[in-house]
């Protein structure tokens, strides 16, 4: 079992009583941050917490309850071993898009523009870096894209979605990875009841189908340039009809782009 409290074994500082939570949340987060609490660690006890902050315990336990909404903590009520430092998960970094765009900070046009970015940098190092398992790991997903044109839509995108994964990995940037799922679930979040209501799903699954196809002969020839515009218009082709005509641009912009 891991030992309570940071790895420094330094005690927490204590803080003043007013919105003194924050005060907590904040060096929780920066001994994270700076890797002296890592993942599988644990913080000391409520108990231990209040001592050492010289707070209550309801203001401990809404610190706990901020960390634990922002992913970073594990808390279980009466745990005597107290609340476990989790993994990095995407899930803080997808609210906090999904934020931006229900602020209307950031607008399907420029999420789309993004993804074209992400998904053309993508194919193109995986087009350098790839594997002969991630090839293969490619091809399975496009052969499950096609089993599943007669299973329905559900099927299907969970294949594309196994097949972008694989490409992501390729490319050996996590940032990468982590930022084409979060954006990719966020934009179809966005349209996904236009997109279930579409009379074509049929055609357009089709021609994801021959586009899937047609990146992965590129990657596997290793033509990164060519791979990266696929990617990018592709997006174009399939979300342009989605953003408005006068935001249209932001995404043409890119299609040309060579992206080396």
Request: hydrophobic fraction near 40%; include cysteine; glycine fraction near 4%.
């Amino acid at each position: 079992m891991a030992e309570s409290g940071s790895e420094s074994g330094r005690p927490f500082e204590a803080v003043r009583p007013v919105r003194a939570y924050q005060s907590i949340v904040e060096q929780v987060e920066d001994r994270v941050f700076r890797g002296q609490l890592r993942p599988g660690e644990r913080l000391p006890s409520e108990r231990e917490m209040t001592a050492q902050f010289r707070v209550s315990r309801s203001t401990v336990r809404e610190a706990l309850r901020v960390l634990e909404s922002d992913g970073l903590v594990r808390s279980r009520p009466g745990d005597p071993n107290g609340p476990e430092v989790l993994p990095f998960s995407p899930t803080t970094l997808r609210k906090s898009v999904t934020r931006l765009v229900r602020v209307d900070e950031v607008g399907l046009a420029e999420l789309v523009q993004f993804r074209m970015l992400l998904e053309g940098s993508a194919n193109l190092l995986a087009a350098r870096l790839a594997t002969e398992d991630e090839l293969a790991a490619m091809h399975t997903a496009l052969a499950e894209m096609e089993l599943a044109l007669d299973r329905g839509y559900e099927e299907f995108s969970r294949a594309d979605v196994a097949f972008h994964d694989t490409v992501a990995r390729a490319s050996r940037n996590i940032l990468i990875q982590v930022c084409s799922d979060v954006v990719r679930g966020v934009v179809l979040s966005l349209i996904s009841q236009k997109i279930a209501d579409a009379q074509d799903r049929g055609e357009l699954m089709e021609r994801s189908l021959r586009h899937h196809a047609d990146v992965l002969d590129a990657v596997r020839r290793r033509d990164g340039p060519l791979a990266a515009r696929l990617a990018r218009e592709s997006l174009y082709d399939y979300y342009a009809d989605y953003v408005p005509e006068a935001e249209r641009p932001l995404l043409r912009a890119l299609l040309d782009e060579e992206l080396t």
